[in-house]
């Protein structure tokens, strides 16, 4: 006997038993910043260097990083807990959102990567596959920064956010 596939809430749950790291995740459309909070990102290959992230279709960053086609990433250490809990919260306003955050411009696309980040890459999507109610964004790893941090990693773990000491 086959077994039904497992509920949304126990799905969340059990995957909430993965800790992940947490980023930010960046474009730029227009003169526009969109920013996000992830914890879905994953290093592809090292020979093209490649990333995926895991956006959601409905969200607006998911239109923004479709239609700039480059994006950024900001590994956060645990002292970012407020911009990623900031960049996190739904509803927030279109324009602005990064006003609350030190930012500079990514030499290579021009998007907007954390100052206080541990690590920073900018991308240029290379391709997008649909799965379920994500779209799954491949891109090429143009430029990578690392920032003299002894500060731990932020982390994401049950649901709530954490590091390691």
Do not use: K
């Amino acid at each position: 006997m086959t077994e039904p596939p497992p509920t949304a809430d126990m799905f969340r749950q059990a995957m909430g038993r993965f800790a992940t790291g947490v980023v930010v995740l960046t474009t730029v459309v227009g003169r526009h910043d969109q920013a996000m909070t992830a914890n879905s990102l994953t290093s592809v290959s090292l020979d093209p260097p490649l990333v995926l992230a895991c956006v959601e279709n409905d969200s607006r960053f998911a239109d923004a990083v479709l239609e700039s086609g480059v994006w950024g990433v900001s590994v956060l250490a645990r002292q970012a807990r407020p911009a990623a809990a900031w960049l996190a919260t739904r509803g927030r306003p279109l324009h602005g959102q990064l006003d609350r955050v030190a930012f500079h411009r990514g030499p290579v696309t021009g998007v907007a990567l954390l100052d206080d980040a541990l690590a920073t890459l900018e991308c240029r999507t290379r391709q997008v596959v649909p799965a379920g109610d994500h779209q799954v964004v491949i891109a090429d790893v143009l430029d990578a920064g690392l920032r003299d941090h002894t500060e731990p990693a932020l982390l994401y773990y049950r649901g709530t956010y954490r590091s390691v000491e």
